[in-house]
């Protein structure tokens, strides 16, 4: 019954390293992001993929690279894991209309890099 | 200026109390104002969805939105320890902006 769900949920691991993120929802939308949450809590938009095709791209690092293999997934890949990148990152997803872009959020994903 | 701007609190509200969250945006061409609640440890939750001046009810929840004024508030009425959680605004312009969020604190 999950409607957005990710993994893993929780994430540790050393600079330097490359990891990955999986998201999938069965709401049925053709929209999807991936969001950073930082330390102060600061919800930050990095990705938005709408049918499989970037829409938005927010001013992030080349070393986050999302991938969209169906209007369902929607997996973000980071390299070379630096020590700020640690943070709670967040997919979500919605339908793309105006003016509804009610976004439904997973559990989130908390990655810890040391 | 931020794109949304909330005060972060935190706020006190006596159980049974009116509380009241407020968020101002900047951009006149944005067109649909949310408001999620986010426990500690979880994932911002869809609480309310706005997109006409004016208020909008859904149980204890009020939004209420003033276009001109550039600015959109949630009221929660009969407030519950279960309430304690920050809340966010978020406006969606070209794409969804999120308040630094409003911590509420319900006290029995």
């Known amino acids: 019954d999950t409607a957005v769900s990710q993994t893993p949920k929780y994430l540790v691991t050393q600079m330097g390293n490359d990891k990955s993120i999986k998201c999938e929802q069965n709401l049925g939308h053709d929209t999807m992001y991936w969001y950073k949450q930082d330390s102060k809590k600061f919800l930050k938009i990095m990705f938005s993929y709408n049918n499989k095709e970037l829409i938005i791209n927010e001013t992030v690092p080349n070393r986050f690279s999302p991938k969209s293999p169906d209007k369902a997934h929607l997996n973000l890949h980071i390299n070379s894991l630096e020590l700020g990148d640690s943070a709670v990152y967040f997919c979500?997803?919605?339908?793309?209309?105006?003016?509804?872009?009610?976004?439904?959020f997973g559990p989130g994903t908390r990655l810890t890099v040391t | 200026q931020k794109e949304v701007e909330q005060n972060s609190g935190p706020l006190s509200v006596p159980e049974g109390a009116i509380a009241s969250l407020n968020c101002t945006y900047s951009d006149r061409g944005s067109q649909s104002f949310f408001w999620y609640r986010q426990y500690s440890g979880k994932s911002p939750e869809l609480i309310m969805s706005i997109y006409s001046n004016g208020d909008k009810e859904d149980g204890r929840f009020t939004a209420q939105l003033n276009k001109a004024s550039q600015y959109v508030s949630l009221l929660i009425r009969d407030s519950q320890p279960s309430d304690s959680a920050t809340y966010l605004c978020a406006v969606n312009i070209n794409d969804m902006r999120f308040g630094a969020g409003t911590r509420l604190t319900v006290k029995p």
């Open positions: 979500a997803s919605s339908h793309h209309r105006v003016p509804s872009y009610e976004q439904y």
